[in-house]
């Protein structure tokens, strides 16, 4: 079976925005990062910098003693894992934020 030819499509460049500490933000931020960049053959030191690159406030704060390392790669994901994957604080984020809503009305 013949394979038909077809143009090559330049697709725009993906943009991951930073993990700001917002458990209700972290799936969507896990999935994006962990396809581009965790998943993508480098050394653990090479996705440590870009994984503080794309950490800001609590999130940073939390991973912020660890020594840029390939050792401290996993250790600091693990970390973020914990705190902002456990679906019990993207529920409590979520009850929060529709107790904020219930309220202003």
Request: glycine letters at 4%; a neutral charge; aromatic letters at 10%.
């Amino acid at each position: 079976m013949a394979t038909r030819w077809q143009p090559e499509i330049r697709l725009p460049e993906l943009r991951l925005d930073p993990f700001n500490g917002d458990p209700k933000k972290w799936p969507t931020f896990w999935q994006l990062f962990s396809s581009n960049i965790d998943q993508r053959p480098m050394d653990d030191i090479r996705k440590m910098s870009y994984l503080l690159t794309f950490l800001q406030g609590p999130a940073k704060e939390l991973v912020a003693g660890f020594v840029l390392s390939n050792e401290n790669y996993s250790r600091a994901l693990d970390l973020l894992k914990s705190r902002y994957g456990d679906s019990r604080a993207i529920t409590e984020a979520l009850e929060a934020e529709l107790m904020n809503l219930h309220h202003a009305k």
